[in-house]
């Protein structure tokens, strides 16, 4: 395959990852991060660290950068989740910034001028594999009681509360599967561009997955997948706008909450039952305006 | 048996008294109508059975166990559940998934059985399943199984309110106005539900509401609560012929 | 002592600005109870504003602080009439004002880098006061540090007035109380609204141009805005008095920092408050709890 399109999809791939995790915190459990460039930074770094000075491979590797994120997600989680109000959002812009700044004093990863030398585990094949295990671990869990729960919190949540449902719970343990997620897409990340710096994980990369997110559609996995193929791809091919990039960005969040806050899929998913019944719903009304026509 | 005992309870909110050491008792598998004027504390009573509220003052046990400032979501758990007043469904979600996902609490697989989608997990859900269609089929609800919560008339709402409070299995079930905005007729059915449902499921039912023909026709007992404190308790017929409910209803006359 | 001193002045100026666009933000949260992370853009565009009414118009400098006030008060009403406006119709959830907020600050950050003739340069303001300092005993005291407190504390001064004294203000309190009800007791709560938006868009454009000289001008200029979020989360989300202490107490920390241990922490000790506030006092300085009425 042309190494540019290969290119594309593992950058997408990458996205995917982190969006997927995204998913699940803000489409499915109703709460809004700012900080998941964060998570990706220490899962990132962590990854890093365990191939490059421990000479780990890279699957546990991974794994180890996911708990780390997974571990500091749980923190700032136990300390927000709690609050009524925006205090969970504003504490993870907090610590999303404040990741990128630790990490440009900390000499032991390079600082602000970045680490090189990184292996390059990631390939296409990997990216494609991990994300399709993501994918079904995702889909599981929200086709569950778990999952159920953590909609219904979206939904209402004094009402889930008398479901006897955990509210705080079922925020934190989102946040955390949400954070290891990302944690997995630093990790593979720093793979891939076998360099790592602290720019790369400003609020712009945290506001960029949750554009994918609300893109592809609030509740819907497939929507998540296909605005991460399309919202990488789009930018890499139209280049040459790049400075109206991020202009039609904003604009098309605004009029996505707008006019069609369901985005793209808007809580639909692409499975061979719901595909099934679109056609024969399509076979319904064109039978029915030709009925009509006589 | 006492199945919910309230000693002493006072809620304050800042320097207003929105119940003022009330004692209350709920006997086991009785229908107890909770009625006052607007503003009385009924609904506070409510939450802080529930614990959405925190009290202030007092004790509130339910059988045997101190549930006092439990949170929310335990005192569910323990066999206390409600509807409310201003309708609370997990308006976009379809009638089907409003009672399945109340019917969360019949499973216990964890986590990660569900991420691996396990055995046990495949299991429960199918039981979840069941549970849920066979409670939407008594419920009268089935036919509209696929219907999404907030396109439903409102009396239907009210009556899916109750289904999912029911797929918790409860052993105490309060009902904030289940009549609110029914017509005469709707209120009849709504008497004959409440009446099927205490047989069917074997639970204690507490009610409010200002539709005197149905407190006074199911209720077995009845408490008045005026400005947060209780006036009276008795039998439907004591209460209708106490001075002190008329005054606090009609006012005093001359 | 010298150096305490001066270290306090310098905070106390800064820490005026970051009230400044502290109280808009916290106007806003208090009646709409969502984070409008749009006010960023609304200080960017004042600093730019003030810089062109400057230099190409050479407008002197108290009209041209006027002016890009106004100009950012007409701003501030303009996002909320087309964003937020038919959301609230809507009665949309509040999480899709945050992401409107979101999509307006990307929108306004990159509209001015893509437009040809402002760009992503850094701009510097003309020297309108002298550097040289003025000398109050031992200590030396910045001109132009003088003025963001005097010019700050004038405006709160007015910001308290106009809240406590006025019938507007009046109405703003109740509307911040309860909204609906205020509607019902005849207030109009749309007028409400956008009185809050330009009053908010007015401090931001003050504290652009204030930055705007202190720093340079540039289109990520807003990103000092993450400054008053965690100042009013330290000062109580909502509250004013809440947002201007702990914007002030902020700036006093982050001077302190810069001078007594480095300025490279200076961005990172405010991310490390907003940790210790949600451990110690999640509610801020002057937040209050109130139970959620059922």
Sequence with gaps: MDAYIQGILILSGINLMAVLGLSLLTGFTGLFSFGHAGFMAIGGYTAAAMTVKYHMPFIPALLIGAIAASFVSAIIGALTLKLKGDYFCIATLGFGEATRLILDNVQYFGGARGWPGIPAYTNLTNVVIINIIAIVLLANLIRSKHGRNMIAVREEELASQIAGINVFKYKLISLMISAAYAGIAGGLMAHYMTFLQPKMFALTKSTELTIIVIFGGLGSISGSVLGALVLTSLPEILRAFSNWRLVIYGLAVIIIMITRPEGLMGGYEFTPQSMKKLFSNLKGKRLKSSEGRE | MNLLEMKNVTKRFGGLTAVSSVDFEIEKGSITGLIGPNGAGKTTIFNLITGVYKVTEGKITFDGKDITNKEPYMIADMGITRTFQNIRLFKKLSVYENVLTACQYNANYSLFEAMLYLPRCRKQEKQLKEQAENLLEIMGLIDRKDFIANNLPYGLQRRLEIARALSLNPKLLLLDEPAAGMNPDETAQLMNLISDIRKKFDLSILIIDHHMDLVMGICEKIMVLNFGCKLAEGTPIEIQSNPKVIEAYLGVEG | ?294
């Design chain 3, 1 to 294: 002592m010298t150096q305490f001193l001066q270290q306090l002045i310098n905070g106390l100026s800064i820490g005026s600005v970051y009230a400044l666009m502290a109280v808009g933000y916290s106007l806003v949260y208090s009646i709409m109870n969502f984070s409008n992370f749009a006010h960023g853009g609304v200080i960017m565009f004042g600093a730019y504003f003030g810089f062109f009414y400057l230099t190409l118009f050479r407008l002197p400098f108290p009209v041209a602080l006027i002016g890009a006030a106004l100009s950012t008060a007409i701003l501030a009403i303009i996002i909320e009439r087309t964003a937020y406006k038919p959301l609230r119709n809507r009665r949309a959830p509040f999480l899709y004002f945050i992401i409107c907020a979101m999509g307006m600050s990307i929108f306004l950050e990159n509209i001015i880098i893509a437009l040809p003739f402002i760009g992503p340069t850094f701009r510097t303001y003309p020297e309108i006061f002298s550097k040289t300092p003025i000398k109050i005993g031992s200590l030396a005291v910045g001109r132009l540090d003088l003025l963001m407190f005097i010019i700050s504390a004038i405006c709160l001064g007015l910001l308290v007035y106009f809240i406590d004294f006025t019938k507007i203000g009046k109405a703003i309190q109740a509307t911040s109380y309860n909204i609906k009800a205020s509607a019902l007791m005849g207030i109009n709560t749309d007028f409400i609204i956008i009185t809050v938006f330009a009053l908010g868009g007015f401090f931001a454009g003050i504290a652009g141009v204030l930055f705007g000289m202190k720093y340079t001008v540039y289109p990520q200029i807003g990103v000092i805005t993450n400054k008053s979020f965690i100042a009013a989360v330290f000062g109580g989300l909502g509250s004013l008095p809440g947002a201007v202490i702990g914007s002030v107490l902020l700036g006093i920390i982050e001077t302190f920092t810069s001078g007594y241990i480095s300025s490279q922490y200076r961005d990172l000790i405010a991310f490390v408050l907003l940790i210790a506030v949600l451990v110690i006092r999640p509610r801020g300085l002057m937040g209050k709890s109130n139970e959620d009425k059922a």
